[in-house]
Each structure stands twice: as structure tokens, then as C-alpha cells.
């Protein structure tokens, strides 16, 4: 019910805002190639759409593969870094540099070294998506409780069992908001990377259309790039609720006072 | 025979804060008693002189500075035949009631068979029967205290230290939770020594009392406690009780 609650408003701000623009373009006769009505975008979607889904899943392939990657290369690099003081002061600055060298000036590069396919693009993706996970995991592998820990060894815990009673599911919730942002990321470093060129996917699209002057075409595959962000953030929303039963009935419990 | 023996201990904890170093602290000087074998023992004394680090120090935690302290005739080692509850309750958010309660136990190495043989008295008795699959995060504070309680005596350990078990509850539920460690440690005689700032607390569950110093902490004082256990709300009144109280807070406030 709280749910609801919550998304009730934006949903009524959206339709009011479509319904605004499919009224404003008639009213002010405004011309197709400059913005097109809501409802020419709904009809060039479903004229296009076996098209269209050709190009949404190259892009969502290149961003969920990128994404999975990243979450490996994520949690390692953090581990490593809250494990090791030396790889954490020899690694940790050089990664937040290369954090603002912008994607769009490396993928020519990286098609120019690993070619046209789906790997290079896949590659970026996980350039992209696999620094947040890793700094807010190794953040959160390093501020473990220490009471807790002390506890556990005086009931004689092993390493590895602090590890996996303590370590591991104290960071899952930081590790998990750092996902939340990297799966934001994904289908955004996913449409860059097809900016190095390629034969499939929506930027691609996006191109052609704009070539043909299609302003409607290009509108129908932006609201399909929200869209799969929308639907891959969900996901991980859902992962985490899956993964973190506690933590829900921890939120539950505020939200009932 | 004795099993806690504590001599001459001192301990200072040498801050490193930042880079520059802060002065030492002296939490423990010279510090010295014995609890014996069934033996209830409460330690009373002011906020800060060193209650939490001796516990600490006879869980194997942390090492002193100075001082021999042994357990059944051993020297504290890293593994003693003690269990810790610490001052806050330190359930696992992730993991359920039950796993919660057999965490010590099961980390001290005892069966999940034995365990499980255990388990449905001793859920009854700490009063948290039904709630084995809940989250502790469901739990009242008195049901999270006793599931710390229930966790520290599951594991297979002569002597458990409390500190301050009963410290965040309020009045009510602190007499009520009192009452019940009495009926617990009524079929389960083990040693106890508690940490506790509640004078009453102390002579209502303890066979003797010792009034710790201001930091740097040693016995100031220590009073033997007759009445025989368990003891109930009437012996609150009993005009030995209120003289021994004042004795109680008498040192504490010369300490
Ligand atoms: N890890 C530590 N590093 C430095 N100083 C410490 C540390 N732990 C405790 N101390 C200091 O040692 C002294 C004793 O602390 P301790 O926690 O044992 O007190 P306590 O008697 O348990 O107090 P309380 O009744 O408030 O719980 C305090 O002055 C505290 O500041
Ligand atoms: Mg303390």
C-alpha cells in the first residue's frame, strides 16, 4: 500500500504531462520533425517493433553481460583493496583517476584495439559499471563491527568464519547500493559503447533515424533506453530484496511506527 | 576450588590516534578477587573505571599489560572454557532467532544434533518459543536480551561473564528478566560473574558484591551476600537488604 502511495504521484505528474504534449502539438500545430505528438512516437513504436527489438536486445545483451562482469571484477577489486593496505595506497588513487576519463573518448580506442564486436562494448560497459561497486564493497568490507568480531572470536570463530558471519553480510546492503548505481550506469555505457561503431543496437538506431530526419523514430528509442534502465534498476531491487531477507523486515518495521 | 583466580592485574591501553599519539590510559591497576566454582558474582563501580576491559581481558580479548589471571587453574590462553556476553546485545541482523542462539555453540564445536536435542526446552524457557524463524529485528528489547542470554549459555563453557545484561531495559522488565536468570541459573549451576551499575541487581542475583575504584580500577570493597538463592521481591524489604545497599552505595560514592 505504501508502494502505491509512492508511486502515485509521479505516475499522475507522467500522464498529465503526456497528455499536455499530445494537446500542445495539435493546439500550436507544431511540426513533426521538431516534436512529435505521444501518440505518433506509440504508433512508429509498434510499426517498428520487431525492429526495434532486434536493437533493445543487442543493447541490453552488451549492458547485462557488462553489468555481470562488473559485479565480479567489483567485488574482487573490493576485497583486495579493504584486505591489503599496500594494494588499497598503491591502486585506490589511480582507479579514482581514471574514474573521470570520460567513456566517450576511450571506446574509439577500444574498438581500434579489439574491433567492431560484442566483446570490446561488453568491456566498456564493465569500465563503466564496476567502480562503484568496488569502492562502496571495499568501504563497507573495512568498517565491519569490531564488537561483533571480537565476539565471534572469543566463541572462537576462524577467519574465514568471520568472513561469512560478519564481513560478507555487513557489507551486502553497501554492496548492493553500489550495484544500484553501476545498473544505471549499464544501459547508458552500453548505448556509448555502439557509438564506436557496430551493426545493431540503438545508438545505431538513433543514427539512422536522425539521418532520416525521423525526430519520432529517435523519440521511441530514447523512451525505450529509460525503459530498460527502469527495468534492470528494478532487478537489482528485487536481487537485493531476495539476497538481504533481514533487511526488508528491518525497513518494515521503521515504516510501521 | 576457584575458577576465575585474577592477581595483581593491570592494564593500560596505549591510544594511537591519528598519527600522533594520545596519552595512556590506565583502565586497571593492581586488581586482584576470585569467583568459585557455582559461585554468582557481581561487580559494581562507576561509569568508565574498567568493568567492560576486565571482562574483556578474561575472554581472551585483549592481553593485559600486567597480572596473572587463571581460568580452572589455567592460564588465559586463546581458547578458555569461558562464555562472553558483551554490554551490547551484538545479535546478527542476518541471520534468525534460532541461528542466532546457537552461534556460540556452534562455533565452540558442539554437534547440531546436541544442539537440536536442546533447543525446544530451552526456547521455552528463555521465552522465545515461536519466534525461531523471526529476525532479531523483530524482537523487543527484553526478547533480544534473553535471546543474547540464551546464546551465551548454549555454549559449552564453565564460567559466562555479563556485562551489563540488563543495562538498556527499563525498571519493569529488568525485575521481570532478573527473576527469570534466577530460575535459569536454578537448574543450570554454572559460575557467573556480572557487571552491573544496579546495586539492587547485584543483591538480588549475587552471592558477593565487589565495588570496583574509580579508573584505574581495583576492589575497593567486597560484600558477601547471605540471603539464600533464587531470591524474590520480598527480600527487597528486608532491613539486612536496605543495610547492605547503603553499605553498597556508600562505597560507591567513596569510590
Ligand atoms: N580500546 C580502548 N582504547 C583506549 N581506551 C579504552 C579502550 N577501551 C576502554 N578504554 C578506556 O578504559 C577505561 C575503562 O573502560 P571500560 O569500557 O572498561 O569501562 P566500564 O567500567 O565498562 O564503563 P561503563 O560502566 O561505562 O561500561 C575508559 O576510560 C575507556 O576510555
Ligand atoms: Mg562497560
Known amino acids: 500500500m505504501r508502494q502505491v502511495n509512492n508511486i502515485f504521484p509521479s505516475f499522475l505528474v507522467i500522464v498529465s504531462t503526456v497528455v499536455f504534449w499530445e494537446l500542445a502539438v495539435g493546439f500550436w500545430d507544431i511540426p513533426h520533425g521538431i516534436l512529435p505528438a505521444p501518440s505518433q512516437i506509440m504508433g512508429e513504436a509498434v510499426r517498428l517493433r520487431s525492429v526495434l527489438l532486434g536493437h533493445a536486445l543487442t543493447t541490453l545483451t552488451e549492458a547485462l553481460a557488462g553489468l555481470i562482469l562488473a559485479i565480479f571484477v567489483g567485488g574482487v577489486v573490493g576485497a583486495l583493496i579493504s584486505s591489503f593496505g599496500f594494494i588499497r595506497r598503491a591502486f585506490l588513487p589511480i582507479l579514482v583517476i581514471t574514474q573521470n576519463i570520460p567513456m566517450m573518448v576511450l571506446a574509439p580506442l577500444i574498438v581500434v584495439w579489439f574491433g567492431f564486436g560484442i566483446q ?64 544505471t550506469y549499464a544501459i547508458l555505457g552500453a548505448v556509448f559503447s555502439e557509438f564506436a561503431g557496430g551493426t545493431s543496437g540503438l545508438w545505431l538506431f538513433i543514427g539512422r533515424s536522425q539521418r532520416a530526419y525521423r525526430t519520432d523514430q529517435m523519440f521511441v528509442a530514447v523512451v525505450l533506453i529509460a525503459l530498460l534502465s527502469i ?23 521503521y515504516s510501521d511506527e | 576450588m576457584n575458577v576465575i583466580d585474577v592477581r595483581g592485574l593491570t592494564h593500560q591501553f596505549n591510544r594511537n590516534s591519528g598519527g600522533g599519539r594520545a596519552p595512556a590510559i590506565l583502565a586497571i591497576k593492581g586488581l586482584s578477587f576470585s569467583v568459585m566454582e557455582g559461585e554468582f558474582v557481581a561487580v559494581v563501580g562507576p561509569s568508565g573505571c574498567g568493568k567492560s576491559t576486565l571482562l574483556r581481558i578474561l575472554s581472551g580479548l585483549i592481553h593485559p599489560t600486567e597480572g596473572e589471571v587463571f581460568i580452572k587453574g589455567q592460564k588465559l590462553a586463546d581458547s578458555n572454557p569461558i562464555a562472553y556476553m558483551p554490554q551490547r546485545d551484538l545479535l546478527l541482523p542476518w541471520l534468525n532467532v534460532q541461528k542466532n542462539a546457537t552461534l556460540g555453540a556452534r562455533l565452540s564445536g558442539v554437534s547440531k544434533a546436541e544442539i537440536q536435542s536442546k533447543l525446544p526446552h530451552l526456547f521455552r524457557q528463555f521465552g522465545l518459543d515461536g519466534f525461531q524463524e523471526s529476525w532479531p529485528s523483530q524482537l523487543s528489547g527484553g526478547m533480544r536480551q534473553r535471546l543474547a542470554l540464551l546464546r551465551t549459555f548454549l555454549m559449552p563453557r564453565d564460567v559466562i561473564l555479563l556485562d551489563e545484561p540488563f543495562g538498556s531495559l527499563d525498571a519493569i522488565t529488568r525485575r521481570d528478566m532478573q527473576n527469570w536468570l534466577q530460575g535459569v541459573l536454578d537448574s543450570d549451576q554454572r559460575s557467573v560473574l556480572l557487571v552491573t551499575h544496579d546495586v539492587d541487581e547485584a543483591l538480588m542475583l549475587a ?6 575504584t574509580n579508573r584505574p580500577g581495583k576492589i575497593l570493597k567486597e560484600v558477601r551476600v547471605e540471603f539464600p538463592r533464587p531470591r524474590y521481591t520480598q527480600t527487597l524489604t528486608l532491613p539486612k537488604f536496605t543495610e547492605l545497599k547503603e553499605l553498597l552505595l556508600q562505597s560507591l560514592a567513596e569510590a
Open chain 2, 207 to 212: 552471592d558477593r558484591v565487589l565495588v570496583m
Open chain 1, 231 to 253: 527495468c534492470l534498476f528494478l532487478l537489482v531491487r528485487w536481487l537485493a530484496r531476495i539476497a538481504m531477507p533481514w533487511h526488508i523486515s528491518e525497513s518494515q518495521m
Open chain 1, 120 to 183: 570490446p562494448k561488453i568491456g566498456i560497459v564493465t569500465l563503466v559499471c564496476f567502480f562503484p561497486i568496488a569502492v562502496n564493497t571495499a568501504d563497507a568490507l573495512m568498517r565491519s563491527d569490531q564488537e561483533l568480531l571480537e565476539l565471534l572470536k572469543s566463541m572462537g570463530a576462524t577467519r574465514w568464519q568471520l568472513m561469512r558471519l560478519v564481513r560478507i553480510p555487513e557489507a551486502l546492503p553497501a554492496f548492493f547500493s553500489g550495484l544500484q548505481i553501476a545498473a
